[in-house]
């Protein structure tokens, strides 16, 4: 209900906001994805966090654009794997770090949150850490999820 | 998405300036990871042939059989079962060599499997579980009364290895 609910409000807000005489006068923003959060290999209970400063294992997204736009991550809840087992994730409030150039501010990936890129700021890194809970018996194999990650510009 | 993030990129659109013009981008960050395979195997006690006959053969069934020796392998993925250093010959008094045939076992919760020699024997066992698996593994064998005739008495022993691998 909710996923058609932002469908819809994100369908009829982009139909009607994204007229192309509507654009004119702005870069638009694009998201692009540098690098997967990779918790490499889990020990079945023992679990493994990925800091957000991790450079190596980090989830890595580039933010590139101008002007000011909100950020919001949609975060699964557990990792994929064989057979339909599945390895819960958590995300902590300090597992989000943005940078702009030398700048860094940790976020909450769990909440919504605003970056102004300047027109000489070249773009945003978005970085996300978290943490897997294998449990004791966890079969063996490889585990995935996909984090979404959508922006919407508020100003200029 | 929380609802709480629901309503907040709504709002977000909607306190878009007029004049201005809101534009959504998405991307996706992929999260990975490998559950290491996971496999133990535990569990006491020898194979027990007792006081053995020179007039009938002397046997153990690996299959939980009385005086077999059992074990429980755990895992969490897919194995083979294999056992090496498997002794032909149990080592007695002064070097004596008792000709032996060690024979293994399993049981995956379905019953227990044909016997077969442990020096050979290869049991792939697959964990259909979201969780750990176990099965138990039974270690027996025979001594002819043939071999008993041609040694000295004493006591008698051999090892072997049971080892566990992950496919």
Redesign the interface.
Known sequence: MRGWLLATLLGAFGAALLEPGDVAGQTPFLLVPTQPLDFGRLAPGVPARVASTDVVRRGEVRLQGEGTTSVVFTLPDHLAGPGGARVPLVFAADDGLWQIRNRQVRFDPAQPFTIRLNPNADEARIFLGGTALPAPGQPAGRYTATVTVMTVQTGT | ??????F???A??L???AG???????????????????ASITGTGDVEFGSLSRVADNVVDPAGGAGAALRTATF??DVDITFSSVPATLSGPNGAALAVTLNCAYDDGTGWSAASECSTATFALD??????ATATVGVGGEITAAAVQSVAAGSYSGSLTIVIT?R
Do not use: E, I, W
């Open positions: 998405m929380s609802r709480k993030a629901l907040a990129v709504a977000a659109v306190l878009v300036p201005a013009s809101a534009q959504l981008a998405t991307g996706q960050v992929n999260v990975t990871a490998t559950v290491d395979a996971y969490n993925g964990n259909t579980l979201a969780g750990l992950a």
